[in-house]
């Protein structure tokens, strides 16, 4: 369980973005970093500034991931062939937390990770309870059958926050979703602007 869980709000502020584009969000009010000085603090960020901010905000982003876990994202993506920036996305889209956020089984990427955590979630019909697994275009992923009622889910579907994306397959009433394709960079609905390039060269320097 990510220690972010309960101080998550607070990081939209240090980061000075909305970063799950949520209404409740204390950026919308307060649109400067936590702290006394929050509201003074100016100066020109330099380039590794700006390239560490992108880095931060897209591991805040996917549940605040740890660190060693997104360098080794990132160089997963760099042996890949191809554009690192589209590989990391993809590789960082096809997590089972990111899937079962996008599909609205989960209202927060966090309550996602908690679900796959306790066993709720099913892919292929087998119970998986890593957050980090990586789901191919032929997996099905299932909410577990004696958790089909919980209200968390519910809510989450009912939601008008967000949609599902176009390269999602879900069936609201199974409770069931598909990777259709992999997703590019510019398909992906990200509510604030993230610049995946800027960590390719935070983490090549």
Known sequence: MTKRLKSKHKVDRRLKANIWGRPKSP????????GQHGQNKKGKPTDYG????????????????????????YRKALSKRGDTTENL??????????????????PT?????QMIN???IKVNKKRVNISSYIVKE??????????KKLVVIDGALQSKERDVPDYIQSDTKNKTAK?????KFSEVPYPVVMEPN??????SR
């Open 27 to 34: 950026f919308n009010s307060r649109a400067y970093p936590p």
């Open 50 to 73: 700006i390239q560490l901010q992108a880095k931060q905000k897209l591991k805040a982003y996917y549940g605040n991931i740890n660190e060693r876990q997104f360098r080794n994202i």
């Open 89 to 106: 996305v993809a590789l960082l889209e096809q997590r089972l937390d990111t899937l079962i956020y996008r599909a609205k089984f989960a």
């Open 109 to 113: 990427v966090f309550s996602a990770r």
């Open 118 to 120: 306790h066993g709720h």
């Open 138 to 147: 032929s997996d099905t992923i299932e909410v577990r059958e004696k958790s």
């Open 179 to 183: 990777l259709i394709r992999v997703p």
């Open 198 to 203: 800027l960590v390719i060269e935070y983490y």
